[in-house]
């Protein structure tokens, strides 16, 4: 049975790619800072306690499995500092024993001044801290596939789905008396990329699953949903059957906090990404898998418990389904 060791479990990429891999048959084994954290619909997975961090925890941890899933995120106020060494100590891990390691990439290395279509060729050009730290990551990988180990990236837009950690999607879509209230940090009109966690993680799994025909470095881009602030709305209200009321992000109110509200502080650096699209073309990824796993949005949303339901359930059926 194939088997994986998946770093950050506890939510978002991790525990989406774990739950996926389970799902088609794989072993799962999890290395968590706290291993009661595991949330319950993993429970019976191998657990290890132990640091991201430490490369001794990371190697006990990876004996005997094929691949490491990394989907650590260490918090915002921390990312700085945190990020690349750990990501360094599973690199290192990858290489040592010969592993394949999958990455979950963001948008921020792309610079919009390039325009507003990125192929899987496209000059990387961060142009804010956190994406210079992103580009630090990606080649820190790109070392490791040149020292032995095989390295996956793929490069989504912003997060949906239950669990979705530092995902904005919960901060942005939030129930009121009569419906629901969106609110978008730029122009409503903007087309922004969103990325279904359910579909980000199947598309790892089969991936995966075809790891040994991909060249040793090998990176993928996932489309998603480009949509506006209008067109988010309307999925909300499909999903819903409920009114949206659409309003702007209130950041002139959370302006003078930012230094203790991390999405305050986030959205000051990264603020331009509500405002230029950032459109992930994904030709490579359709001509490797057969079919990129799509959600509709309204579903996405629902299966996510954003509108309607809770996450914890719904984490549940997306996987069940697809069993
Ligand atoms: N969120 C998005 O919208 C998005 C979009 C595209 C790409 N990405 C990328 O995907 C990756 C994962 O993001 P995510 O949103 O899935 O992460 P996340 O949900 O915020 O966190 C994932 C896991 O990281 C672990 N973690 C938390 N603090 C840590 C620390 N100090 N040191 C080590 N591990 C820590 C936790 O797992 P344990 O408790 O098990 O250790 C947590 O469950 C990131 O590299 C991010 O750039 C994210």
Redesign the pocket.
């Known amino acids: 049975m194939k088997s994986a060791l998946v770093i950050?479990?506890?939510?978002?990429?991790?525990?989406h790619t774990a739950t996926a891999l389970l799902a088609t048959g794989w072993r799962v084994r999890?290395l968590?800072?706290?291993p009661d954290?595991l949330p319950a619909c993993l429970r019976g997975i191998d657990v290890c306690a132990g640091s991201?961090?430490s490369i001794d925890d990371v190697r006990h941890a990876a004996a005997g499995v094929d691949v490491i899933v990394f989907?650590?995120?260490?918090?915002h106020p921390?990312w700085h500092a945190?990020a690349v060494p750990?990501l360094d100590t599973a690199a290192a891990v990858a290489e040592t024993l010969g592993l394949t390691l999958v990455f979950?990439?963001?948008q921020q290395v792309y610079d919009p001044e390039d325009g507003s279509v990125f192929d899987e060729s496209a000059r990387l050009h961060p142009v804010s801290r956190n994406g210079s730290i992103?580009q630090r990551m990606e080649s820190r990988l790109r070392l490791a596939s040149r020292r032995g180990a095989r390295v996956i990236v793929l490069r989504?837009?912003?997060?949906i789905g239950a669990h979705?950690?530092?995902?904005?999607s919960e901060a942005l879509i939030r129930p009121v008396l009569r419906g629901y209230r969106l609110l978008h940090p730029g122009p409503a009109v903007h087309i922004h990329t969103w990325?279904n966690l359910p579909d980000v993680a199947r598309t790892a799994s089969c991936l995966l699953a075809r790891r040994d025909e991909l060249p040793d470095f090998a990176e993928f881009q996932f489309s998603g949903y480009r949509i506006s602030f209008w067109q988010l709305a309307e999925a909300v209200s499909q999903a819903s059957g409920k009114a949206v009321e659409l309003r702007p992000f209130p950041k002139r109110r959370l302006n003078p906090l930012s230094a203790r509200i991390p999405l305050a502080r986030e959205l000051k650096e990264m603020g331009y990404l509500w405002e230029y699209e950032i459109h992930l073309k994904d030709d490579r990824l359709r001509a490797t898998l057969n079919q990129v796993p799509h959600t509709p949005l309204p579903e996405a949303l629902t299966v996510a418990g954003l509108v309607a339901g809770t996450g914890e359930r719904n984490l549940h059926w997306s996987y069940v389904q697809t069993a």
Not at 8 to 15: C, E, K, Q, W, Y
Not at 71 to 75: L, S
Not at 164 to 168: A, I, M, N, Q, R
Request: hydrophobic content about 40%; proline content about 8%.
């Open positions: 950050g479990i506890a939510d978002g990429f991790g525990l999890a968590m800072r706290e954290a991201s961090a989907g650590a995120n260490p918090p921390r945190q750990a979950p990439a963001n992103q989504t837009g912003d997060f979705s950690g530092s995902g904005w990325a």
